[in-house]
């Protein structure tokens, strides 16, 4: 019984650790807002405009976040989500570099579609977009993702051909960080449990008796091997020291003397 339950212990040490472990890793690369990124890729066309493949965005009740920086830090860049079918009107047979799949940390799919190299309409003057965002030199949107046919675009604000810049996606996932924080905390109850396990399943060392305790005084002071005798007091087992020797005594010689009624 004993056995089994430190093997039990011992289980429940490992799994706390690796729970420990995994939730901590999971914090890191995570982080509090539930969002994992992807390492920025660097993606660059001779076309207007980089986009996504069709059914890439495919997740339902997930936060997607696009991160793109200019080569050029002073080129004002756009970020747009609309209908798969406004920008494939939109896009029509200009050149463009597809993102067709990506998978963290860093591996982005690229497929660069080679057709007419001509601008395009400002972004800017359409309003079928259903998220947007811009900046200079850089810029970032993130968009709760439906289960519809939506894609991304990134490209010059003007609507310019040439475009080249770092691009970075990231998925938020609703709860992840929270339940590693969850699962860290459960690792160490775990590790606590076998602890305990341990502790209450260790040998307990039986107490030597005092060879002291119920013994008299006289044998407490007895060499090994000796003995006394049981019910022997103690007063009169101590050596008398020297005695008086008796006196001796005189022998009488028989009586010679007759009887007077037998003499006669």
Do not use: C
């Not at 894609?151 to 970075?168: E, H, L, P, T």
């Not at 407490?220 to 008398?240: C, K, L, N």
């Amino acid at each position: 019984m004993r056995i089994l339950a430190r093997v039990g212990g011992s289980l429940l040490i490992f799994i706390g650790v690796l729970a420990i472990a995994v939730a901590i890793v999971t914090m890191k690369f995570i982080g509090k807002d539930n969002t994992i990124m992807m390492d920025p890729r660097t993606v660059s066309t001779a076309g207007p405009a980089v986009t996504t493949g069709k059914g890439l965005l495919s997740y339902y009740d997930t936060t997607l976040t696009v991160q793109v920086k200019a080569k050029d830090p002073k080129a004002k860049v756009w970020i747009g989500i609309a209908h798969q079918d406004d920008l494939s009107s939109y896009l029509a047979d200009k050149s463009r570099a597809e993102i067709i799949s990506y998978q963290y940390p860093d591996q982005i799919g690229i497929n660069n579609y080679r057709g007419v190299d001509n601008d395009l309409v400002a972004p800017a003057q359409l309003d079928w977009w259903v998220a947007s965002a811009k900046g200079t030199g850089s810029a970032q949107l993130s968009w709760p993702m439906r289960n519809a046919a939506y894609g991304a675009v990134i490209m010059n604000q003007n609507g310019s051909r040439k475009f080249s810049g770092d691009v970075g996606l990231g998925l938020q996932i609703k709860g992840v960080f929270e339940t590693a924080e969850l699962a860290g905390l459960g690792g160490l109850i775990g590790i606590l449990l076998g602890i305990g396990v341990f502790i209450a399943t260790r040998p307990r060392r039986r107490p030597t008796p005092d060879p002291t305790i119920g013994s008299t005084p006289a044998d407490a002071g007895q060499t090994p091997g000796s003995s006394a005798s049981a019910g022997s007091d103690p007063a009169t087992d101590a050596d008398p020291g020297p005695q008086p020797s008796a006196s001796p005594t005189t022998a009488r010689p028989p009586s010679t003397e007759s009887d007077p009624a037998g003499g006669r």
